[in-house]
């Protein structure tokens, strides 16, 4: 729970963008209030049948585990606040886990990870459209997760094939602002491990070159219709 006006933070978010978000909040005994949905509705779960997954959610998480830019009770129920991340001054957004699915990734290597993107409203607009560059105001999401074979599924399937999302290992976000960033192609990041703690200023400093190279507004990731 959090109190409402934490939504107005303009450390993560322009001001410009909030009156555009309609956030739903049930009322608590005592007069408190929460967004609907609970650590135990925020659970993905993915089957695979040894097939090759294809794209990338960052590029940047292929480099090194902490490098460039989720989590546990607090990030996964979608409630944001918190310490800030080093160099952009981004905090988790309140209500990440109700925006909008994009896309999901594979890392192998030492990874081992299985990802989910979301997007607030403004973001996934774009990557609908296929609109670039992205407009301001636009926050995407990577939850990411241990890629972890599942003994229960493989039981019924007969073959030792599904990999399921386990433990949580850290959320990345990707903000933009085009004046705020502008040193850095307008975007700035943000990691947090799986105990909400920011990611430290050097792996951070590795974002910005590692997305330049990628050819759509440095956004690697597609849309998934």
Known sequence: MFPVTSLLNEDFVDPTVIERYQLRFSTLPGGSMSLPNGPGQANLTY???RRPMKGIIFLCIAVATAACLFASTIPASGQGGGEAAPIYGIKIPPGYRDWKFVSVAHEEGNLHSIGAVLANDVAF????DGKLPYPDGSIIAALHYKHSPSAENDKVFGDPQSFVAGAPTNVQFMV??????????????AHFDADGKPGTEAA??????????ASRDAVFTKYAP
């Open 47 to 49: 089957a695979f049948k």
């Open 125 to 128: 607009q774009a990557f609908r």
């Open 176 to 189: 933009k602002d085009s004046v705020k960033y502008a040193s850095t192609g307008g975007w700035g990041y």
């Open 204 to 213: 951070l400093k590795s974002c910005a070159p590692c997305h330049a190279k």
